[in-house]
């Protein structure tokens, strides 16, 4: 989803801040985007909030592929075995 520019922009925040930051700020979107969710289902949250809630979730699952050495293709494959099983139920 990202083009080589954001991703070398992601990979310099990674160095410049460290794993561990990263991580805490990966888990911080993660619950933002959570209460945003929330906030759609009691009819309370704008759009664009969970828009740029959904944003920050993609950028930090880039933190998250680096720091963990995974790459594209392991997360094509595990969504592909997901969305078939989603089919065959």
């Known amino acids: 989803m990202l ?3 954001q991703k070398s922009v992601i990979e310099n925040a ?3 801040w460290g ?4 991580l805490v700020v990966t888990i911080e979107e993660l619950s933002e985007l959570q209460k945003e ?3 759609q289902i009691r009819n309370e949250g704008k759009m664009e909030n969970l828009v740029e809630e959904m944003a920050d979730v993609y950028i930090v699952m880039e933190y998250l592929k680096l720091i963990f050495a995974i790459n594209d293709e392991d997360i094509k494959t595990e969504i592909a075995f997901k969305i078939d099983r989603l089919m065959s139920r």
């Open 19 to 22: 794993s561990m930051s990263e």
């Open 37 to 39: 969710v929330t906030k």
């Open 3 to 5: 083009n080589e520019l």
């Open 14 to 16: 990674l160095e410049k």
